[in-house]
């Protein structure tokens, strides 16, 4: 496990791996979250440009437990968050994911989530917003156990690339061993729309600003309004725009 | 050195390499309301468009200015804080921006480049309500995300309220009549009337159909066909098309 990560490994594939190298190796957090009880997980790297941020966070989630995870990945060379999530029967997991990257960042949200029996429900809906010559990547991985009959498992992943110059890597995947499931995953890489930006233009607004309305709205609903992490979004934003 | 607010001379533009705008010269003056009339192609909105700025519309000869400032240098956004308004044919839906916001930060943008402070949340909603009120937009449609939902004459309607919330010097509306019932023209007609009509302020009016001149009476009426303004009368050239078609005018 201490071993050094390699592109050969799928869930490292896009990272900096000069960079993990710095910090390597990183130590996991493990939760436990007792039958019915909730878990709140806000996690925010926003780090200057030189930081390496990563957290690797490992939960098991007991019987009708939920888990509230709230990720933001707003700053640095490196930013990673992985989340290795065991949901017990009728347990739920929700995150909610932001990415914004600029430069020469890379910012990753990994995640693998193990529906190990039956009526858990998962709902993953990143976005990423990236300038520059960033890559920003989620890997999401949803694996359905033998006889975890009643799983219902979302993932949306939208990205917006501000430039053509940056990348993005989104990749939901299925693994799925029961045959009473419902699984639906979708994933988009976009750019700005054209015509709403002129539009917002004929109003008199310019176009930095109409740029952080178009991309607030993008990433609306994941964040809380006058939290931490629309403060880091928005200075992010900002920094790449 | 004139006096016009608008000055149009000699504007030719293409699109994709597509010459559409062959000449056109145009003067407006305060207080004037004008139309320009034509048949698909003849270059109508691409008129509206290359004075709004927008951006895959190129200027290949003649100038432009407003109130004596080159137009044509000026960013899009620019154009609207010098007060020009361009009412959009297929007013753009943009989800997640509440039609309260957008409009907030339209007005409060063009306040500053005027120099004036910005308008409090409370100021702003009452401006709001009122000109939603006047031109009968229900003002729970304020509250939903810009033209998400909105019904054809619920956008131009909405273009309507914003229209009167920013206060433009022109205004320069591309087939605002297209899409609406008999009522919606009507307050659209009452709306343009109320918010334009003033010795300060023009409008430049592009349809298709005379209808709308009904409610909007224009004191100079053109007729543009194939990039060309071909004729220019009163009000009663309007008539005239409508009547006689634009085959044999424009011909």
Request: aromatic share 4%.
């Amino acid at each position: 496990m201490s071993d050094l990560p390699t592109r050969r490994d799928e869930a490292w594939r896009y990272s900096d791996l000069e960079a993990v190298a710095g910090v390597w190796p990183v130590a996991t957090r493990t939760h436990v979250v007792a039958p019915g009880e909730t878990l709140v997980l806000p996690i925010l790297i926003d780090g200057d440009a030189d930081s390496v941020g990563i957290e690797d966070h490992a939960i098991e989630v007991g019987a009708g437990a939920r888990v509230e995870a709230q990720v933001a990945v707003t700053g640095g060379r490196l930013g990673r968050v992985s989340l290795s999530v065991k949901l017990g029967r009728g347990a739920h997991l929700s995150l909610a994911g932001v990415i914004v990257g600029g430069g020469q960042e890379t910012h990753e949200i990994v995640t693998h989530v193990t529906h190990a029996e039956p009526d858990a429900t998962s709902e993953q809906t990143v976005r990423i917003i990236l300038g520059g010559q960033a890559t920003g990547s989620y890997l999401g991985k949803v694996a359905v156990a033998r006889g975890a009959q009643g799983t219902d498992a979302i993932q949306s992943a939208k990205a917006m690339l501000l430039n053509r110059t940056a990348t993005a890597n989104l990749k939901p995947e299925l693994e799925i061993y029961a045959d009473d499931v419902k699984c639906a995953h979708g994933a988009t890489v976009g750019e700005l729309d054209a015509q709403a930006l002129f539009y917002l233009a004929s109003r008199g607004i310019a176009p930095a600003e109409a740029k952080t309305l178009l991309l607030r709205a993008f990433v609306g609903g994941l964040v809380e309004e006058n939290s931490p992490f629309a403060a880091a979004i928005d200075k992010a934003l900002e920094r790449v725009l | 050195m004139t006096s016009h607010m608008l000055n149009i001379s000699n504007l030719h533009a293409e699109v994709d390499g597509k010459a559409i705008l062959k000449g056109i010269t145009l003067a407006i003056n305060p207080g004037e309301i004008h139309a320009i009339m034509g048949p698909n192609g003849a270059g109508k909105s691409t008129t509206a468009y290359v004075l709004g700025g927008r951006p895959g519309y190129a200027v290949t000869e003649g100038s432009v200015t407003f109130d004596g400032a080159d137009l044509l240098e000026m960013e899009p956004h620019e154009r609207a804080a010098a007060g020009l308004f361009l009412g959009f044919q297929y007013p753009v839906e943009i989800p997640g921006v509440s039609n309260l916001q957008f409009l907030r930060e339209a007005l409060n943008a063009q306040r500053k480049g005027r120099g004036q402070e910005p308008l409090s949340g409370g100021e702003f909603i009452k401006l709001a309500r009122a000109q939603a009120n006047e031109l009968g937009l229900d003002p729970e449609m304020l509250k939903r995300p810009v033209n998400v939902g909105f019904s054809g004459g619920e956008k131009k309607r909405n273009e309507m309220v914003q229209m009167g919330i920013i206060g433009p010097k022109l205004a320069i509306l591309d087939e605002t009549d297209s899409g609406l019932d008999i009522d919606a023209l009507k307050t659209v007609g009452d709306g343009i009337n109320t918010i334009m009509r003033r010795p300060d302020r023009a409008v430049l009016l592009i349809t298709h159909y005379q209808r709308l001149l009904d409610y909007v009476k224009p004191d100079f009426v053109h007729v543009l066909a194939n990039g060309r303004i071909v004729r220019s009368g009163g009000p009663e050239l309007a008539l005239e098309l409508e009547r006689e078609g634009y085959g044999a005018i424009a011909a």
